[in-house]
């Protein structure tokens, strides 16, 4: 599967949207891109260089997500 900018742009406003619950239910994730949890947060990692997480996020939201995308795939 390719994944374009606009995928992983997407995968991060899921997981911006649910940060405050712990994330996205792995059942939210499967349907909506047919991955696993665990591969939804291995690709916001992927994707975390300097555009990762859309400029017009908080530095709070920012910090938030990619630890939690860290702790998901360690």
Not at 13 to 35: A, C
Not at 39 to 57: M, S, W
Request: net charge positive.
């Amino acid at each position: 599967m390719i994944v374009t900018t606009d995928d992983h742009t997407a995968m991060v406003e899921l997981g911006m949207r649910w940060l405050p619950f712990g994330g996205p239910p792995p059942e939210q994730i499967m349907v909506t891109y047919g991955i696993t949890a665990d591969a939804f947060y291995q690709r916001i990692l992927d994707y975390r260089g300097a555009t990762a997480v859309p400029p017009e996020l908080s530095a709070f939201a920012r910090s938030q997500l990619r630890p939690r995308a860290s702790r998901r795939t360690a």
